[in-house]
């Protein structure tokens, strides 16, 4: 059965320091990949997918993401992260076809010291 | 336009009683998704509707547990007899199609069993 990995459960950084989250699959297929955020107090919300193309991504609020196939891998990336970005990542994976269910990680907390 | 909806937004109840929780997806989203977030944890998949197939109730954790979907669109999660692990925010999502669109979550019921 599909899996998806979150190794990382809770992230502390400084203001300006770079992120980066992992997040790896089990599926060997052709798959389609999302990040979704969950600000305190908001709903989840999609912060990137992927599902073909160039393997790096891009989303809002300057995240990125690189699918990296052989490593099954598709972490989420920002240079340079602020106090707002305080939130819950989650990583999700759903097989390349219809009717395929979405998987989710199990979140990485991320918390800013300003 | 509107986004996905659940009723209630709280629910407190006793432990014993049975609760109805609501979901009401984007017009024309053809898949519907049940999560459980319980504090500090992922999220938790419980049911997917896709279409007129047959629901994967794969991630249901009881036979306390159980939903439908009536007429392609409205859903009710029911949870019979409920215990206090029951206690948690369900989280109900929609997508235009499962494997290639992102999902839309509503803002989610907080369930607390006393």
């Known amino acids: 059965a599909q899996s998806v990995s979150q190794h990382n459960h809770h992230v502390i950084l400084s203001e300006a320091a770079s992120l980066e989250l992992g997040c790896n699959y089990s599926?060997?297929?052709?798959?389609?990949l999302f990040w979704y955020v969950q600000y305190p107090g908001q709903h989840l919300q999609l912060l990137l997918k992927?599902?073909?193309?160039?393997?790096l991504v891009k989303g809002i609020k300057g995240f990125e993401a690189e699918f990296i196939k052989s490593k099954f891998s598709f972490n989420l990336r920002k240079p340079s992260v602020q106090w707002s970005d305080t939130a819950e990542y989650f990583c999700?994976?759903?097989?390349?076809?219809?009717?395929?269910?979405?998987?989710f990680g199990s979140g990485t907390r991320l918390s800013i010291r300003p | 336009g509107a986004g996905v909806s659940q009723s209630p937004s709280n629910k407190v109840t006793e432990k014993g009683k049975d609760v109805e929780l609501r979901c009401d997806p984007i017009s024309g989203h053809t898949a519907l998704y049940w999560y459980r977030q319980s504090l500090g944890q992922g999220l938790e998949f419980l049911i997917y509707?896709?279409?007129?197939?047959?629901?994967?109730k794969s991630g249901l954790p009881s036979d306390r547990f159980s939903a439908e979907r009536t007429g392609g669109s409205v859903s009710t999660l029911t949870i019979q007899r409920t215990q206090q692990e029951d206690s948690a925010v369900y989280l109900c999502a929609s997508s235009s199609d499962s494997s290639n669109q992102p999902q839309h979550f509503g803002d989610g019921t907080r369930l607390s069993i006393l």
């Open positions: 999700a994976v759903t097989r390349y076809s219809s009717a395929s269910k979405i998987i």
């Open positions: 992927y599902f073909s193309g160039d393997p």
């Open positions: 509707f896709q279409g007129n197939s047959a629901p994967d």
């Open positions: 599926y060997g297929g052709t798959v389609n």
